[in-house]
């Protein structure tokens, strides 16, 4: 540990010199342990690492995590500055955030299946500048001296950064930079008593009130966010012939992501200029691909097609979600739907292609087994995400209780119980008959932290009607929400 005593210590960062005040003391700490995770490789090790990466990819996130042993302060000291300096070896647009985690971990044992999840945001940087220190205040009131700090560092960016670690070359390694000033003297100071009565106003007696604490709405109560959140995608799904007067009635701001329904083929082209068109005015295609024979499927006969219907997205160079044959409960017996779905991820994943399901969500109220039944350990590691679809039940005429938003927190306690807790999660249809329900549905798919994306189902089935009037309204709410990604 290195003491610096100047009267002004400079500590050199992206952004330029930042000053020590005179009568302050800066330690530029190294890490005792540091490494990262890869969601990919949620068994490997990266302790011995020369780098740190962090990526924000949905489905092949990374996390980086550095452990520093902040130091006692003497009496009358008090913390007055804490910064992680890392030294960036890719730019990127998308800063980094940086979290305050669990301690315990040895940098050549952690993997992503035990990292720590404790997650408290201490801090955020700017667009990072390879090659340039990157200097990210954290908040000092959220650190306690003379105790091990644990940091997680994650990113939005959807490309891997890196970062140097410590063992890397010494320019290049993280550095943990503390300030300690005097404390303020808190002695009170006495107050003179007037020789002279001083006359005093009345305070008033009358109480202010209290504002009543809103009741959550069955469905949402549950599952509040644990830390800042990244932006959502918002979609919504509505037949060709309708999609430009539909968009037109929930306004374009905002709806990021479009569903599409197409059939495996032997070219991969069922659906492409639908899908292309959602591209160019900057929408994911949220991709359901369905198929003659899911048991031949299951048996390897469609492989080729499925080589080609990865030719086919890859090319789009943007990103896609594909998914094979979307709610399969009553379609097909769920042996068959797993070894379907795994020809299918096997073939058709990649690095621009999330591939994940979308099951039914209703299962999740009492038939959680049969929901299970449609997955497997290895399915759950392969996937890049896990959606569901979800409606309130009922009627128009006799809308019921269970409204759409039930199904996120539910899933994600699910998900918790399988070990995938930061998998990310997406509801693939949803909809309802009251405003209500369609604000619910959007307002827990902004603020669960595990969600990713969301799509209201704007058009005509089984009794649910598309948007209008005041659930139009709620939906518009929820995709100009501050939450959404643009």
């Keep these: 540990m290195k003491k610096l005593t100047p009267v002004l210590a400079l500590a050199i960062g992206a952004t330029g010199l930042a000053l020590t005040?005179?009568?302050?003391?800066?330690?530029?700490?190294?890490?005792v342990a540091d490494s990262h995770v890869d969601a990919r490789s949620a068994s490997a090790n990266f302790g011995d690492s020369r780098v740190l990466e962090v990526d924000g990819t949905a489905g092949r996130r990374k996390h980086a995590f550095l452990e520093f042993t902040v130091p006692a302060l003497a009496s009358g000291e008090r913390l007055d500055a804490v910064e992680?300096?890392?030294?960036?070896?890719?730019?990127s647009p998308r800063g980094i955030t940086v979290h305050r985690s669990g301690t315990g971990w040895d940098e050549d044992a952690l993997t992503w299946r035990s990292m720590p999840t404790e997650r408290t945001l201490l801090g955020t940087s700017d667009a990072l500048r390879?090659?340039?220190?990157e200097v990210v205040a954290l908040d000092a009131q959220r650190i306690t001296p003379g105790r091990t700090l644990a940091l997680r560092v994650e990113t939005s960016a959807r490309k891997t950064l890196t970062f140097g670690s410590r063992e890397a070359r010494a320019a290049t390694r993280p550095v943990l930079s503390v300030t300690v000033a005097d404390a303020p003297d808190t002695t009170p100071v006495p107050t003179p008593v007037p020789t002279t009565p001083v006359p005093t106003t009345p305070v008033p007696t009358t109480p202010v009130p209290t504002p009543p604490v809103p009741t959550p709405a069955p469905g949402s109560e549950a599952f509040p966010p644990a830390a800042p959140v990244a932006p959502k995608v918002i979609g919504m799904s509505a037949p060709d012939s309708l999609w430009d007067a539909r968009l037109r009635e929930v306004g374009a701001e905002g709806v990021t992501a479009r569903r599409v329904f197409a059939e495996l083929t032997a070219s991969g082209?069922?659906?492409l200029p639908l899908i292309r068109r959602a591209i160019a005015d900057g929408m994911m295609p949220v991709i359901s691909y369905k198929v003659a024979d899911p048991a031949a499927m299951a048996n390897g006969a469609y492989d080729s097609w499925l080589a080609t219907l990865r030719e086919q997205l890859v090319a789009l160079d943007a990103p896609v979600t594909a998914t094979f044959w979307h709610e399969p409960h009553g379609?097909?017996?769920?042996?068959?739907?797993?070894?379907?779905?795994?020809?299918?991820?096997?073939?058709?994943?990649?690095?621009?292609?999330?591939?994940?399901?979308?099951?039914n969500g209703w299962l999740l109220d009492r038939r959680v087994a049969d929901l299970a039944s449609y997955t497997d350990a290895d399915l759950l590691r392969k996937w890049d995400f896990v959606a569901v679809d979800s409606y309130q039940s009922g009627t128009a005429a006799d809308p019921g209780a269970l409204l759409p938003a039930r199904a996120i927190p539910l899933l994600a306690r699910w998900m918790?119980?399988?070990?995938?807790?930061?998998?990310?999660?997406?509801?693939g249809e949803y909809n309802g008959f009251t405003a209500q329900a369609i604000a619910q549905a959007g307002e827990t798919l902004l603020s669960t932290p595990e969600v990713w994306f969301g799509l209201a189902w704007n058009s005509e089935a089984?009794?649910?009607?598309?948007?209008?009037?005041?659930?139009?309204?709620?939906?518009?709410?929820?995709?100009?929400?501050?939450?959404?990604?643009?």
């Design 21 to 31: 005040p005179a009568g302050a003391a800066a330690s530029d700490l190294a890490p």
């Design 84 to 91: 992680l300096r890392l030294h960036p070896l890719t730019a």
């Design 130 to 133: 390879a090659g340039t220190a």
């Design 269 to 271: 082209s069922s659906q």
């Design 331 to 359: 379609d097909m017996d769920p042996a068959v739907f797993r070894a379907a779905s795994h020809r299918f991820v096997d073939v058709v994943d990649a690095p621009d292609i999330a591939v994940g399901p979308i099951l």
């Design 416 to 427: 918790d119980s399988v070990g995938h807790p930061d998998k990310p999660l997406g509801l």
């Design 462 to 486: 089984s009794g649910y009607a598309p948007l209008t009037g005041d659930r139009i309204t709620a939906f518009r709410e929820t995709k100009v929400d501050a939450r959404v990604r643009r």
